[in-house]
């Protein structure tokens, strides 16, 4: 029932006078293509920042806080594009994306991503509870900030694999 209602929606969407433009353009989809790889590169190059600041070999002179707040508004910003971009894509091709699992499971990861940034900011970042003062030790949320960075990593290189999987199923 699940795999029905999705095929119609697809099917649905392509005849969309958006997506019969999208279709239809020869400049449409690989502009988009190109801000998305661009937006990619960009999340994961300020998400690598942030992952290697907490694992302790990048910016260790100054504190998590003041690095994550510089990196925060390029995420942001990025994420922002991917947003935009991606929907322009699934509006595009629905087909392509939205019933291919790769692109679910893609998804699925990307939530957890978010949901990871947003434990970094709102654990690590707390002036309260920053590195050297705070309710909690040092050491205690150098650990759990080395925990998120992997954990961070993975996924990020998940939805990277993810991506390009999506165009082989």
Same mark, same amino acid.
Request: net charge positive; with cysteine; hydrophobic share 55%.
């Given at each position: ?47 690598l920042m942030i992952a290697l600041r907490l694992l302790g070999y990048f910016a260790t002179e100054q ?29 595009? &091709?629905?087909? =392509?994306? #939205? ?9 699925? $990861? !990307? /939530? ?23 309710? &909690?030790?040092? =050491?205690? #949320? ?9 954990? $961070? !990593? /993975? ?15």
């Amino acid at each position: 029932m699940r795999n029905a209602t999705l095929n119609q929606f697809c099917v649905w969407l392509e005849d969309t006078p958006v997506s019969q433009a999208i279709q239809v353009s020869e400049w449409i989809v690989p502009i988009t293509q190109i801000i998305h790889i661009f937006a990619v590169s960009a999340v994961l190059s300020v998400a690598l920042m942030i992952a290697l600041r907490l694992l302790g070999y990048f910016a260790t002179e100054q504190p998590f806080s003041s690095t994550f707040s510089k990196c925060w508004p390029i995420l942001k910003f990025s994420l922002f594009l991917l947003f935009m971009t991606g929907i322009l894509l699934i509006i595009g &091709e629905p087909s =392509r994306s #939205l019933a291919n699992i790769a692109f679910q499971i893609k998804m699925i $990861l !990307l /939530i957890t991503t978010l949901f990871t940034l947003r434990i970094i900011k709102r654990i690590l970042v707390n002036p309260v509870t920053d590195w050297k003062s705070g309710y &909690e030790s040092e =050491r205690v #949320l150098q650990l759990k900030g080395k925990f998120l960075a992997v954990g $961070l !990593l /993975i996924l990020l290189t998940c939805i990277v694999v993810a991506g390009r999987w999506i165009a082989y199923t």
